[in-house]
């Protein structure tokens, strides 16, 4: 038997979507991000902060175990894990985000990683939320592009976006993930979060080159439930 495994922040999240109450994650990069310099970025992170996402593409068990312990020296917000490898997964964290890149073909992120964290994930009480990642064009090479030897779909390519993100949800993914990747020169267009919050029912996540207050009003007033910020919180210049 495996342990039983609760589902509060998940609920909380579809709570929101319903309500239409707009959810906002800050991204920590354990790789980018001063462990002695946690405290203080967490004092400047917006007061409408819901969540705290804790991940990157590289990054190995320590460095995550090291994080997410200051981390919850100094929030009571939520802290879910955002991995790029099984080597990540380690206690601490409220919720794991269980990514599974469906824009690609590689499949070590379709389901060879998902097995290999099988042995953490039987032993672990931890919150698991079932998420469908999208990776789609925001101008430049990103790092999940690099890591996952895969392609990004195309900004204008509303028609695949949407199929991919329905074929998740098909697929049981309780959440989507619009991603244009960290540092994105365009974040996802609100024609794409439209089409793609018009034909899913899950709640929908957007990431990737939001830099300021009105493009993350956008992503909301277009359907995203959650906007992640990572690169412009980190290098202090998110306009708000
Ligand atoms: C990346 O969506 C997140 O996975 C956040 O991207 O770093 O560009 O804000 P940024």
Redesign the pocket.
């Known amino acids: 038997m495996t342990q039983s495994k609760v589902c509060l922040i998940y609920d909380q999240i579809v709570e929101a979507h319903l309500k239409g109450n707009p959810l906002f994650a800050v991204?920590i990069d354990p790789e980018k991000q001063k462990l002695t310099e946690i405290s203080r970025f967490l004092t400047k992170i917006p007061s409408f902060s819901t969540h705290i996402f804790v991940g990157g593409s590289t990054g190995g068990t320590s460095v995550i175990k090291a994080c997410v312990e200051e981390i919850k020296k100094h929030t009571t917000l939520p802290v879910l894990l955002?991995p790029g490898n099984h080597n990540q997964l380690v206690k601490g964290f409220d919720a794991l985000l269980f990514l599974s890149l469906i824009s690609g073909r590689n499949p070590d992120y379709l389901i060879g990683e998902h097995i290999k964290a099988v042995p953490f994930l039987r032993t672990s009480t931890m919150e698991v939320i079932p998420t469908g990642y999208i990776l789609i064009n925001g101008g430049n090479i990103t790092s999940?592009q690099r890591v996952s030897h895969t392609l990004p779909l195309g900004m204008k390519d509303i028609d695949t976006i949407v199929a991919t993100a329905l074929a998740g949800q098909y697929a049981g993914k309780k959440l989507i993930y619009l991603?244009?990747?960290?540092?994105?020169k365009h974040p996802v267009l609100t024609s794409v979060i439209k089409a793609v919050h018009a034909a899913i029912d899950v709640p929908l996540i957007v990431?990737?080159?939001?830099r300021d207050k009105n493009t993350m009003e956008a992503a909301y007033h277009a359907g995203a439930t959650l906007v992640?910020?990572?690169?412009?919180l980190e290098n202090d210049v998110f306009k708000v």
């Not at 991603?179 to 994105?184: H, I, K, L, M, N």
């Open positions: 991204l955002f999940v991603e244009a990747g960290s540092g994105a990431g990737g080159g939001i992640v910020v990572g690169t412009a």
